[in-house]
């Protein structure tokens, strides 16, 4: 019978074969889930036996991965701000970058408490796997999201991660395009969105995991990468509150348009924000009157 540490040596060489990044851990995150443990006990236990169907079932993970299917897919969840999220191939996988967009809304709710309203109230456009507005709602404990995507499937991961996360009273789904399902008359205190925002003349270069497996819908803003913001930021305009925000995750090099788009439409740009790689990675902007 074979153990944890012959199959994990094995895992490793074939990911490092094929020039996987960070084998070790990928193997270790392969061998847990199949086991249902952590990486402390795959670690701590080499002379762990696996059984006959535990090795298939990792021989068949390893060469999927090998062959460029995301280890978010394979293992069916991944972290975001400090939280596990149920992934699938319906979700763009939560990614780093997108935290930040999360961490300013928190910060700009809870610097801004005294003029804003007892319960926030904040929409999630394009909510994917949820990772967003469930994050938010974690940390603000007393507000309250319309979570909305146009993929069912995506909307359906939404509902099982805000039910994992016990936040599932304080969200609504919504199946629809932007904000065109909300009602006339609804406002809100923030919107939030991370668009799809790649250029679809730049598909060639995406790496293999993203463009053959990552949903094309969660991916690709038209042609130039602009056509959800075009639509999205007069959309938000309308349906928010005086003094409310809007926060728009940004690819490398599209703040000054998405900006320019934004002022056009008669917001203030409050600040454009860098992640940790010098991106200006999220756009901050307020609505300071009412539309008319």
């Not at 961490?103 to 809870?110: D, Y």
Request: proline share 5%; net charge negative.
């Amino acid at each position: 019978m074979k153990t944890i540490e012959t199959v994990r040596n094995g895992i490793i060489r074939e990911l490092r074969r094929a020039e996987i990044e960070s084998p070790e851990l990928t193997a270790d995150l392969l061998i847990g889930f199949v086991v249902e443990h952590d990486r402390v006990f795959i670690l701590s236990r080499p002379e762990y036996p696996l059984s006959d169907d535990a090795c298939v079932r990792l021989n068949d993970l390893c060469t999927r991965r090998v062959r460029g299917e995301p280890l978010q897919y394979l293992i069916g969840e991944w972290e975001f701000y400090g939280r596990a999220f149920h992934v699938t191939p319906d979700v763009l996988i939560p990614r780093p970058e997108t935290e930040f967009l999360v961490e300013t809304a928190v910060g700009l709710v809870m610097e801004g408490r005294e003029r804003l309203p007892p319960k926030i109230r904040f929409a999630d456009i394009g909510t994917g796997s949820g990772c967003i507005a469930v994050s938010v709602l974690c940390e603000i404990p007393d507000a309250v999201c319309c979570a909305i995507d146009r993929s069912f499937s995506a909307l359906h991961v939404a509902v099982k991660n805000a039910r994992r996360h016990n936040v599932f009273s304080r969200m609504a789904p919504l199946c629809g395009d932007l904000l065109t399902g909300v009602a006339t008359c609804e406002c809100f205190d923030l919107i939030l969105s991370n668009p799809p925002y790649i250029a679809r003349m730049d598909y060639n270069n995406l790496p293999v995991e993203v463009r053959e497996f990552e949903p094309d819908l969660a991916l690709f803003g038209g042609d130039d990468g602009y056509e959800i913001y075009r639509r999205l930021i007069p959309a938000s305009f309308v349906r928010l509150s005086a003094g409310g925000y809007l926060l728009l995750e940004l690819g490398a090099g599209q703040a000054g348009e998405v900006e320019r788009l934004a002022v056009q439409e008669g917001f203030f740009t409050e600040i454009i924000l860098k992640d940790l790689q010098g991106i200006q990675r999220c756009l901050v902007a307020r609505k300071l009157y009412r539309s008319t």
